[in-house]
Structure formats: structure tokens, C-alpha cells
């Protein structure tokens, strides 16, 4: 399997749940009047977390890919996806938006995109939902999801093996959100070599402790 991330909460995963079955999944594409550029996309799968600009551009993607951007539970192609009802924007103690929640599973892997989620803590009804998580991608940069002290109250409640940062400031961002260096003081690192893209397979992970991958946008 192999994960890339284009900035905001766009991601693009290419997985073969079959030896002869490739399956491209594209997360969150966004609009360039965001400030940054969108990259050639191609899916099979395309998931919306909810309807914001810089997180529904569907024209960014071409191939007939199968829409989702509902809750409940889907199977294409060998791959399980469930979406999970959860919140955006919860600022001032007023909920104004949903927000879905992602579960992909293929390879014998399990993860999980939160999307634009602005929840203090998970539900137990969600978490149970979530489950067992390899790889969890989830925002930080605050403003209109969760900052990164939130973020780190999430990671403990679904307690994932690795744990990608997402929706964050980087250059030409025009949303000014909280950075990654917020994110990792919280976490006691002071910096984690980004890498092009996250390449690995079930036997790749160990019981060793979690793991923080950065991607580059």
C-alpha cells in the first residue's frame, strides 16, 4: 500500500487488495482558490468527508470513480469503507456541520481519516465503530478542526500504530491554520523528516511504540 498526501486533507492510497487488483483511493481533493495546487488525481474511490471547498472539488478527479460521501458501509473493488457520522465546527458549543468520519480496509490493514473533525473526544458509539486502527490521519492545525492538544486526546482514545498529521499550515496555504511544530512540541519531538510517501505492507508493522510519519505535501 502506499499513501501520499497533497496538503489540507487530501490524500491519494494505492492498494491491492489482489495480487492482480490495484485500487486507487482518493481522500478530500481540494480547490485551488485554497492557494495550492492540485495535483493529476485518478480514482476508483473517491470519499468526501463533508462539503467545504478544500475538501469536495470532484472535477480535480478523473476515472469513474465510485462517490462516496454518506455514512454507512461500502465494499468496491476488495476494499471496506465505512463512514462514520461526526462533527465539524463546533465552535461556541453550537454544532453546524457534519462531518464523516472514513474506515478503509484492504491488505489486512485498517485505517482511519477523521476528516475536518472539530470533536473535543471521540463517542464511545465512534470509537467502537473505528475500531482497531494500523494508520490514522488526522487534523491538527485547529481554526476549524481540532488543534494539536485535541489531536493528541484522540490519538489516545483510538490508539493507532502510526499516525499521519494532516490540514495544517504549509507554504501557499492561503487558510491560516496552527503548524506542525505546535503538533510535535505537544508530542515532545522537535522535528520528524517528511517523506514523499508511506510505502508499507501488515508485516511491516511491530509492537514497538507508535510511530509519527510526515508526509511532504
Known sequence: MNIFWHGQSCFEITTSPT????????IDPFSEGIGL???????DILCITHSYSDHNNLKAVSGSSFLIQDPGEYEIKGVFIQGIPSWHDQKEGKERGENIIYTLEA????????????????TSEQLEKIGEIDILMIPIGGVFTISAKEAL??????????????????PKLKIKLEGLDKFLKTLGLK?????????????DFSEEEAKIIVLKP
Open 19 to 26: 495480487k492482480s487488483n490495484q485500487v486507487k483511493i482518493v
Open 107 to 122: 491488505e489486512d490493514l485498517r485505517l482511519c481519516h477523521l476528516g475536518d473533525l472539530d470533536q473535543k473526544e471521540l
Open 191 to 203: 522535528s520528524i523528516e517528511p517523506l514523499p510517501k508511506l510505502s508499507i505492507k501488515k508485516k
Open 153 to 170: 486526546k484522540i490519538m489516545s482514545q483510538i490508539e493507532p500504530k502510526i499516525t499521519i498529521p494532516m490540514h495544517y499550515q504549509i
Open 37 to 43: 495546487r492540485v495535483p493529476k488525481l485518478e480514482a
